[in-house]
């Protein structure tokens, strides 16, 4: 969300919602980098938090009953009803330490996908997007779990340098 507040700054410069509530979506992600993994955090800053996100939703909802969104640029105003509609589900890392605050990671996962998809890759089924997807996660896993050299524990690797045509 951080990306199209920012997104939203700069297209709409005389709206003050998207600076509002960038500046508490970074509260919010602040506070919960500071908790205790596994404790409960202070319900009494959470509700502030979750009350001063409703607020800077009024203070859009004004803003747009005044000046009607721009038919050029939607997406400040379509990113407003994405974050009334999903509030719980986009403030959810606020009472639970097991959900990330931003989803960096993921994104950093799905970077390889892309890049695959925008060298024209073209798959013929679902099935053998399914099939990429797995093998990316289980190379994801074996990095996670042994950071050597994981080529040494699959099966038929030989130290011997091939070119790959031994067999014929």
Same mark, same amino acid.
């Given at each position: 969300?951080?990306?199209?507040?920012?997104? *939203?700054?700069?297209?709409?410069?005389?709206?003050?919602?998207?600076?509002?509530? #960038? *500046?508490?979506? &970074?509260?919010?992600?602040?506070?919960?980098?500071?908790? &205790?993994?596994?404790?409960?955090?202070?319900? =009494?800053?959470? *509700?502030?938090?979750?009350? #001063?996100?409703?607020? =800077?939703?009024?203070? =859009?909802?004004?803003?747009?009953?005044?000046?009607? %969104?721009?038919?050029?640029?939607?997406?400040?105003?379509?990113?407003?009803?994405?974050?009334?509609?999903?509030?719980?589900?986009?403030?959810?890392?606020?009472?639970?330490?097991?959900?990330? %605050?931003?989803?960096?990671?993921?994104?950093? #996962? @799905?970077?390889?996908?892309?890049?695959?998809?925008? &060298?024209?890759?073209?798959? #013929?089924?679902?099935?053998?997007?399914?099939?990429?997807?797995?093998?990316? *996660?289980?190379? =994801? @896993?074996?990095?996670?779990?042994?950071? %050597?050299?994981?080529?040494?524990?699959?099966?038929?690797?030989?130290?011997?340098?091939?070119?790959?045509?031994?067999?014929?």
């Amino acid at each position: 969300m951080l990306r199209y507040l920012k997104d *939203s700054i700069d297209n709409e410069l005389d709206r003050t919602w998207n600076k509002e509530m #960038r *500046s508490l979506l &970074q509260d919010m992600i602040h506070f919960c980098n500071g908790c &205790q993994p596994f404790l409960e955090p202070d319900p =009494v800053k959470i *509700s502030e938090l979750e009350k #001063r996100y409703r607020e =800077v939703l009024e203070t =859009v909802r004004t803003e747009y009953g005044n000046v009607p %969104a721009n038919k050029y640029y939607r997406d400040g105003y379509n990113l407003f009803l994405r974050m009334e509609k999903y509030m719980q589900n986009n403030l959810m890392f606020l009472h639970d330490s097991r959900v990330p %605050a931003t989803n960096n990671e993921a994104e950093r #996962r @799905l970077r390889s996908y892309k890049r695959k998809q925008a &060298q024209a890759v073209t798959f #013929r089924s679902f099935k053998s997007i399914d099939y990429l997807c797995q093998c990316m *996660s289980m190379f =994801v @896993l074996m990095r996670l779990e042994e950071p %050597a050299n994981n080529w040494t524990e699959c099966p038929g690797y030989s130290d011997k340098k091939t070119d790959g045509f031994d067999n014929y």
